[in-house]
């Protein structure tokens, strides 16, 4: 649930020397974003994205630089990141797999592929493998529900899916992974 | 009477094969060369030739419903904008609703995914119709494919003079009395449905969760940072070059009464050849299943379908004939066309699942703003839960519809039409199977033996 929020005033956060939002980030940021909007923190999302593309998450220390950054208070990066879904918090897989969950694929046998996953991985939903190559995710309409069911593999989508189709677009990614 | 399809070339789809006019597999990204090739950016150079005020009335008497969902008139949004004062220019915005999140819905992605160009002649002609400076199309972040083909595509269209300080097909003389230039950017969202209600949108393009604002003010008066925003659907600007090329009069010949035009139509779910067409609204559900479709999978009956995007409730057993039109709501107790992609089921669904299914949708999509629709979407998830699981009591039946009636449904209880949209989908199914759904509950009353005293 996206409101739901963690009391984290009296957490003790590790603070390291290299920067998370880098200067490659910013100067990306500062040409491409920061003149598209009125205020700064219009390019707030866009910059989200660019640090996590970059670390894969957004640890609490970059949400912090984000702001220094962009001239807002920390509270209001940690109010905008922790309110979607996309910005991971907490470190996640190398590779993401989001199997829809909604109402077509749903009724086109979801379940096969979720069962699919599970056991070929051996995590459940929400969970990240041991070795930190893959995290399963369910989620709501991919917005394909013509070729339900579907599950997009970081950024493919994978359409008419079996169970044998999911295993195979899991082992691709793996090995076309880092 | 059987349907008669009033229009036989596409329009939306001329350069994406749908069937039944060309074969899906044809598809490919349409760049800038052969959309031009194919007759693109004719509607931009005729618009340009025209007044401002003209393009506006000339969008406003063809009858262009919004594609997104509400179906409001499309040129009546746009005259809420204040005048602009060329004496005192300030930035006036317009917003590309391109959050397509709705389940069951899938027609968006298809414009983007194949002939982008289509929606950015769209832009630059409303763009230049409402005096707007700056287009943002607020594209959900699942969409990583669609963001990178629209990227390319607003880079040709840079280079070609659509958009830019060089834009709007440099050079040529156009009839607004000033020269005027439009830029455009993509924003990519985060995962958040909520983003897709247009002040939640307007939000989360400001840097800020997605949290819907009150109305009024309206944002055609105070939108994006404080400034007149317009905020249409994909489908709905990609209707526009045609309009404007073929004249009012050609649309308003299409599709039926009070329900001009053509309409992308969705179907998944249970039928032998899910997919994406274009007809003139108005075709009957069963027509387009069974003629296009291929009809029902496995030659199963027909049970029922989500009219349009579930927001917008459920087609019972004994509406299968109902016409897609914008008046399908109140004839078929729906809440309305929504976005005309309907999700069918056979007579093997359990409807109890599909109502669980939906009401986790809401309670997951819930943005937590009003307590009505964050506490009674919870609600009613927990109750379906129970009744799928059989352990659910008649009074939970009561209970769910009570909630169903009431959440979001009295005006002023909550801010937007999310929780309304969890009513219709859950009241709906539950009022048309309730037969299903009673059979799941146990009594709440058990009869005892009284002693006498």
Redesign the interface.
């Known amino acids: 649930m996206a409101w739901l929020t963690k009391n984290s005033g009296t957490a003790k956060i590790a603070r390291r020397d290299e920067p998370y939002v880098t200067a490659a980030i910013k100067d990306h940021i500062t040409r491409t974003y920061l003149p598209r909007y009125e205020t700064k923190q219009g390019a707030l999302l866009p910059t989200l994205h660019a640090v996590q593309e970059e670390w894969g998450w957004l640890p609490h220390q970059a949400l912090i630089e984000v702001a220094e950054f962009l001239g807002l208070k920390p509270a209001d990066v940690i109010d905008c990141a922790s309110f979607y879904e996309e910005y991971w918090l907490r470190p996640k897989g190398e590779h993401i797999i989001w199997v829809c969950r909604s109402i077509a694929c749903e009724v086109c046998d979801h379940k096969s592929i979720l069962d699919a996953c599970q056991a070929k991985l051996g995590i459940e939903p929400g969970e990240t493998t041991d070795d930190g190559k893959f995290t399963l995710m369910e989620v709501e309409c991919l917005g394909s529900c013509g070729t339900a069911p579907v599950a997009l593999v970081d950024h493919t989508l994978h359409e008419n899916l079996t169970a044998e189709k999911m295993i195979k677009a899991i082992d691709d990614a793996g090995r076309h992974g880092h | 009477m059987p349907w008669t399809p009033k229009t036989t070339t596409p329009v939306l789809t001329k350069r994406i094969p749908c069937a039944p006019h060309g074969d899906p597999k044809n598809r490919h990204i349409v760049r800038y060369d052969e959309y031009v090739r194919t007759g693109g950016y004719e509607g931009l150079r005729k618009a340009l030739t025209m007044a401002p005020d003209a393009v506006v009335a000339e969008v406003k008497d063809c009858g262009l419903r919004g594609r997104g969902g509400a179906g409001f008139p499309t040129g009546l949004k746009w005259t809420f904008l204040p005048k602009h004062d060329p004496a005192n220019p300030q ?1 006036r915005y317009l917003a590309i609703n391109a959050d ?7 027609k ?2 298809l414009l983007l995914d194949f002939d982008p160009h289509l929606l950015l002649e769209g832009i630059a002609i409303a763009c230049y119709a409402c005096r707007l400076t700056k287009a943002y199309i607020y594209i ?6 669609q963001a990178m083909v629209l990227e390319e595509a607003i880079k040709e269209a840079y280079a070609h003079g659509v958009f830019g300080p060089q834009g709007l097909l440099s050079g040529a003389s156009n009839a607004g009395g000033e020269k005027w230039s439009v ?1 455009c ?1 993509v ?7 909520i983003c897709g209600e247009e002040t939640a949108l307007l939000e ?7 949290w819907p604002r009150i109305k009024p003010p309206f944002p055609a008066v105070k939108g994006l ?1 404080g ?1 007149p925003t317009i905020i249409n659907n994909v489908e709905t600007l990609a209707h526009l070059p045609s309009i404007i090329e073929n004249g009012k009069q050609w649309f308003l010949n299409q599709g039926v009464q009070g329900s001009a035009g053509t309409k992308l139509f ?5 039928v032998n050849k ?3 067409f274009e007809f003139d609204l108005g075709i009957p559900l069963s027509t387009l299943v069974n003629q296009y479709c291929g009809g029902m999978r496995h030659g199963k009956k027909f049970k029922g379908a ?1 009219a349009g995007g ?1 927001s917008t409730g459920i087609l019972g057993p004994d509406q299968f004939d109902a016409e897609m039109d914008f008046g399908i709501g109140p004839k078929y107790n729906v809440l309305g066309l929504g976005t005309a ?1 309907p ?1 069918i ?1 056979d007579e093997d ?1 359990d409807m109890v ?2 109502a669980r ?2 009401a986790r ?1 809401f ?7 009003c307590t009505p629709c ?1 506490e009674g979407s919870g609600w009613l998830y927990q109750l379906m839960t129970r009744i799928e699981r059989g352990e659910g009591r008649t009074k939970d039946l009561d209970l769910a519809l009570e909630i169903s009636t009431s959440m979001g449904a009295m005006p002023g209880t909550t801010i937007c039409g999310l929780a309304d949209g969890n009513n219709w989908a859950v009241r709906t199914i539950i009022n048309k199977y309730r037969d299903e759904f009673e059979s799941r509950v146990r009594p709440t009353f058990v009869a005892v033996t009284v002693g006498a005293g």
Do not use: M, W
């Open positions: 930035p397509e999140s709705e389940p069951g819905t899938f968006d992605r959900r972040g699942e969409y990583h494919h830029e950017h924003h990519r969202g985060a995962g958040a449905y989360s393009l400001e840097g800020k969760r997605g940072f400034r969705g179907v998944s779910g249970h899910p997919g994406l989500i579930i992609c999700t089921f669904t699942v599909v299914n939906l949708f309670k997951h999509e819930s943005c937590g703003q964050r």
